[in-house]
Nanobody, 128 residues
Framework: QVQLVESGGDSVQAGGSLRLSCVAS????????MGWIRQAPGKEREGVAA???????SYAEPVKGRFTISQDNLQNTLYLQMDSLTPEDTAMYYC??????????????????????WGQGTQVTVSS
């Protein structure tokens, strides 16, 4: 089975940066697309960023220009570089993998729960 292990969440002040990591096992990155999803308190899970097997990335509108998704296929690791953080970014962040959810357009069309594999989540808290 695919296993995803996340790390990097922390508490940070507005304007700060964090880098989230997700180490994957049980599959190769060429077989799946990856994504980052977040869930703020009292809100539904929403897609943040997606990346396909070729490294092409797409983003949800609220994080465009601030977040960068990337992957290291050799290390089987997914990253989310988060800059210029705001309190609205406070959420539990999950990495996820799927065979067909490869762009934010697809995630928005099909729903984040379409992802077949999920990490445990890592908490990001941004204070003003």
């Amino acid at each position: 089975q695919v296993q995803l292990v996340e790390s990097g969440g922390d508490s940070v002040q507005a304007g700060g940066s964090l880098r989230l990591s997700c180490v994957a096992s049980g599959y190769t990155s060429s077989d799946y697309c990856m994504g980052w999803i977040r869930q703020a308190p009292g809100k539904e899970r929403e897609g943040v960023a997606a990346i396909d097997a070729d490294g092409r990335a797409s983003y949800a509108e609220p994080v465009k220009g601030r977040f960068t998704i990337s992957q290291d296929n050799l290390q089987n690791t997914l990253y989310l570089q988060m800059d210029s953080l705001t309190p609205e970014d406070t959420a539990m962040y999950y990495c996820a993998a799927d065979e067909i959810l490869c762009t934010m357009a697809a995630v928005q069309a099909l729903g984040v729960m379409g992802y077949n594999y999920w990490g445990q989540g890592t908490q990001v808290t941004v204070s003003s």
